[in-house]
């Protein structure tokens, strides 16, 4: 079974420019959730999806970052515009549902110059 | 207000020892804890788990034990092994909610 799969792997950018990442979750996992894990501290969820419904944003920036999951299979976070503390690792689960076991994918780690 | 503290940023135990990575949580309404391990470049990955009505799971080499009076958990690994040289983090969620409130991990190594 394929796990979850993350694109692009790593970004460098400056800041005020944008940003997007690419999740798709094992197949038939209807829960995807998208953490920010900075250097040196554990992931923080930003948002968690139920099929293609937002089930909890409460730590998402939203006046910068945004994600979408329109189909309830694959799913994408922007950041517009980045700023230096968004350097970090953006991870994204899934899993069958929320009492479920979470599988992370390998992360794409962001550097904002 | 971190809900989910891991105090030992590392720990560094000898091949064949025990290893003990502990975790405190505050909030109450938590009744599900986790550990996850996770190697560089890669995410973290499920290692096992406890639910408030227990005090002990095993699974293997590894134990984790729920002390809730103390709001307290620790995962021991025996007799640890080179391989299991990763971060540890500790998790902990409400039923059913999903949404996992994670520790700063521990930085374990073990030493051939």
């Known amino acids: 079974e394929a796990g979850v799969a993350q694109s692009p792997r790593y970004k460098i950018i400056e800041k005020r420019q944008s940003v997007a990442f690419w999740c798709n979750p094992i197949?038939?996992?209807?829960?995807l959730y998208w953490y920010q894990q900075i250097l040196g501290q554990g992931p923080k969820l930003l948002i968690q999806?139920?099929?293609?419904?937002?089930?909890?944003d409460s730590q998402l920036p939203k006046d910068r970052f945004s994600a979408e999951r329109l189909k309830g299979v694959d799913s994408t976070l922007k950041i517009q515009p980045a700023k230096l503390e968004d350097s970090a690792v953006y991870l994204c689960?899934?899993?069958?549902?929320?009492?479920?076991?979470?599988?992370f994918g390998p992360g794409t780690r962001l550097l904002v110059l | 207000d971190q809900q989910v503290k891991q105090n030992s940023p590392s720990l560094s135990v000898q091949e064949g020892r025990i290893s003990i990575l502990n975790c405190d949580y505050t909030?109450?309404?938590?009744?599900?804890f986790l550990w996850y391990k996770k190697y560089p470049a890669e995410g973290p990955t499920f290692l096992i788990s406890?639910?408030?009505?227990?005090d002990k799971n095993e699974d293997g080499r590894f134990t984790v034990f729920l002390n809730k009076s103390a709001k307290h958990l620790s995962l021991h690994i025996v007799p640890s092994q080179p391989g299991d040289s990763a971060v540890y983090f500790c998790?902990?969620?409400?039923?059913?909610?999903?949404?996992?409130?994670f520790g700063d991990g521990t930085t374990l190594t073990v030493k051939p």
């Open positions: 689960a899934s899993s069958l549902d929320p009492a479920e076991t979470q599988y």
């Open positions: 197949s038939g996992h209807a829960t």
């Open positions: 999806f139920q099929n293609n419904g937002v089930v909890d």
């Open positions: 909030n109450s309404m938590f009744d599900y």
């Open positions: 406890i639910s408030s009505i227990k």
């Open positions: 998790a902990a969620s409400a039923t059913n909610a999903g949404k996992s409130t």
